[in-house]
């Protein structure tokens, strides 16, 4: 069974840049995740979905981040503009409702 | 506020030592309690999960406790080894509908040879 899928694994960018990461899903698990890892932190929740509709976003920052889920599968987290505070490890995570998590690689973004 | 503290932050110990990993949390309506390995550059790896009406998990070498009473997990290795090298994270997900996982800052294990 292959696992979830993260691209790109590195970017680098510019502060006030934009810039998007892309998320597929374990085949059949309708929710979806996005945690946002600081250094030295533990992942915390940017957003939630269910199928494609958003379950949870109270952690979000909706000024500069936004986040879809078409057709329910793929899904794309953006930032614009981009803020040094924003470097951080993007996870995202899978599950069948109400089971276990599983996780991406992340993506490692750092913010200049 | 529902929080999730691990101590310690980090942790050496030689090759072949048993150790303990401890995981506090806030308000003890949990739904259920996972432990993570995380190795640089890399995701998460779900190693165990207790839910709310167990007292413990075991796999292998690992073996996670949990008391909500007193808001506490533990994770046991035993015998570790260099390859068990890598932070150990806590989650936590309370009761309540919400399927969010609150997760501690992890403790960074380094087994030396």
């Known amino acids: 069974e292959a696992g979830v899928a993260q691209s790109p694994r590195y970017k680098i960018i510019e502060k006030r840049q934009s810039v998007a990461f892309w998320c597929n899903p374990i085949s059949g698990h309708a929710t979806l995740y996005w945690y946002q890892q600081i250094l030295g932190q533990g992942p915390k929740l940017l957003i939630q979905f269910q199928n494609n509709g958003v379950v949870d976003d109270s952690q979000l920052p909706k000024d500069r981040f936004s986040a879809e889920r078409l057709k329910g599968v793929d899904s794309t987290l953006k930032i614009q503009p981009a803020k040094l505070e924003d470097s951080a490890v993007y996870l995202c995570?899978?599950?069948?409702?109400?089971?276990?998590?599983?996780f991406g690689p992340g993506t490692r973004l750092t913010v200049l | 506020k529902q929080e999730v503290t691990q101590i310690p932050a980090a942790l050496s110990v030689p090759e072949g030592e048993n150790l303990v990993l401890n995981c506090s949390f806030t308000?003890?309506?949990?739904?259920?309690l996972q432990w993570f390995r995380q190795d640089p550059g890399k995701g998460l790896t779900s190693l165990l999960l207790?839910?709310?009406?167990?007292r413990e998990q075991t796999s292998g070498r690992l073996n996670a406790s949990l008391d909500k009473s007193s808001g506490r997990s533990t994770l046991y290795i035993a015998a570790s080894q260099p390859g068990d090298s890598a932070t150990y994270l806590c989650?936590?997900?309370?009761?309540?509908?919400?399927?969010?996982?609150?997760f501690g800052k992890g403790t960074k294990l380094t087994v030396n040879p």
């Open positions: 207790i839910q709310s009406s167990q």
């Open positions: 989650a936590v997900k309370w009761e309540g509908g919400s399927e969010k996982l609150v």
């Open positions: 308000d003890s309506a949990i739904y259920n």
């Open positions: 995570a899978s599950s069948l409702v109400t089971s276990r998590q599983y």
